[in-house]
């Protein structure tokens, strides 16, 4: 259970307010991803990221941005969010990014947008 | 992009009864099927996976099959017991954009009644 970590687990924030969410693995992987849950939607994959590049970005608005400075840690920083945004925001780690990995989720941040 | 379809969206059976739930997708270069349970408020895990050099996979009271013809794999739980109820989520992984996409359904809520 503490193999992928994340802070906070709960953030309420207003539409002005810049915020960052922390992701950190301790699992020894090189690819970490960004998933946002909604309600009564799949899981949408945000970003990827291997060997702290970037190698996917799913359409995601600009006031998404997301930060992987090494491997075992990961950010996604927000700013000028939209109520819409509110979501269940999950970190997920794999060791890489090969098409049988196995991806590994963090507990998430219940993210609540005013 | 793939394409994931998950049904049912709710499932209540008896406890000690089986439990079915069907995904097909629309990727015929997908190659890795994982499936992941979800409790309420907690992340979510992966209980079991199949890739596509297989037709079955079994782990104890879990078992999925993959149908790559027809493109559809399923989860089957047997004797189900309260500790089942979850939401579970089918997820496919192929090779065509980039590779790096892991596709989910839209869940399916489980509920094993006394």
């Known amino acids: 259970e503490t193999g992928v970590t994340q802070t906070p687990r709960h953030l309420v924030m207003g539409m002005t307010n810049k915020k960052s969410l922390k992701c950190e693995q301790h699992?020894?992987?090189?690819?970490m991803y960004w998933y946002k849950q909604s309600a009564k939607k799949p899981l949408e994959l945000m970003f990827v990221?291997?060997?702290?590049?970037?190698?996917e970005n799913n359409s995601v608005p600009s006031r998404f941005s997301p930060e992987c400075p090494n491997s075992s840690h990961l950010f996604l920083h927000l700013h000028t969010l939209q109520p819409e945004d509110s979501a269940l925001y999950l970190c997920?780690?794999?060791?890489?990014?090969?098409?049988?990995?196995?991806?590994?989720f963090g507990p998430g941040t219940r993210l609540t947008v005013l | 992009g793939e394409n994931v379809e998950q049904h049912p969206s709710t499932l209540s059976v008896q406890e000690g009864d089986s439990a079915v739930i069907k995904c097909t997708y629309s990727d015929s270069a997908s190659n890795y099927f994982p499936w992941y349970k979800q409790e309420l408020g907690k992340r979510p895990q992966l209980i079991i996976d199949i890739r596509s050099n297989v037709g079955e996979k079994k782990d104890q009271r879990i078992a999925v099959t993959l149908n790559k013809t027809a493109k559809h794999f399923s989860l089957h739980i047997t004797e189900t017991q309260p500790e089942d109820s979850a939401v579970y989520f089918c997820?496919?992984?192929?090779?065509?954009?980039?590779?790096?996409?892991?596709?989910f359904g839209t869940g399916t809520q489980l509920k094993v009644e006394l």
């Open positions: 997820a496919a992984k192929g090779l065509t954009g980039g590779g790096n996409k892991l596709t």
């Open positions: 997920a780690s794999s060791q890489g990014v090969g098409d049988t990995d196995t991806q590994y």
């Open positions: 990221y291997s060997l702290e590049e970037r190698v």
């Open positions: 699992l020894g992987h090189n690819a």
